[in-house]
């Protein structure tokens, strides 16, 4: 196979999410306008996160390579004026997720966490749709409906909440700062 040359080659092997984004963004503020990175990393989530972290920055992502247990994932950097990062608009705390859910609200709780993470803990009746399967699976969200998405930490749901809100979802609210500091009622697995 043909080696894809880049300038820049990151290690994120063995980090898990959202690791792999964190040094993927210290590392494209190195990197000048038109370069381009290899980030090889061994999460399997971090094919969604870094094509969905690229767009969201207005960064390229040029593709993913999967050779045995390592995804090499290359992004091109763009020009300065191309790059402000955007946010969804509309957000809400956890504190205010929970009195909505107490006032039997009609919501919908969308979780974009991996299904592990959903697994060992989620919020009761949350519908689970990872963030890499979000695209494909926009079928079985109703565009009327009042979505409120959560993530571990808040950078994932704001993803979903931009392309959710890009393919007509008109009520899309990401909660902050989401699971990691959630103190409401949750599902959880005991083990």
Not at 38 to 57: H, L, N, R
Not at 68 to 94: D, M
Not at 114 to 140: C, D, K, M, Q, V
Request: net charge negative; charged share 25%.
């Amino acid at each position: 196979m043909e080696t894809i040359k880049s300038n820049v080659t990151l290690d994120a092997k063995g980090l898990a999410c959202p690791m792999p984004i964190v040094k993927t963004k210290k590392a494209m503020t190195q990197l000048e306008g038109g370069q381009v990175l290899e980030v090889q990393a061994t999460d399997k989530g971090s094919k969604a996160d870094m094509k969905a972290w690229a767009e969201s920055t207005g960064h390229q992502y040029l593709g993913t390579i999967e050779e045995g247990e390592v995804l090499k994932h290359y992004l091109r950097k763009s020009s300065a004026e191309e790059t402000a990062e955007k946010k969804h608009p509309n957000v809400i705390n956890n504190e205010e997720l929970q009195a909505k859910i107490a006032s039997h609200d009609s919501i919908v709780i969308l979780d974009v966490r991996e299904e592990a993470e959903y697994a060992f803990n989620h919020i009761p009746n949350a519908i689970s749709i990872p963030l890499g399967e979000l695209e494909g699976r926009l079928n079985e969200l109703n565009k009327e409906d009042e979505i409120f998405i959560v993530c571990r930490t808040g950078s994932r749901s704001d993803l979903a909440a931009r392309k959710l809100s890009a393919n007509g979802f008109a009520k899309v609210v990401n909660v902050l700062p989401g699971m990691s500091k959630w103190t409401g009622d949750s599902v959880s697995l005991n083990l």
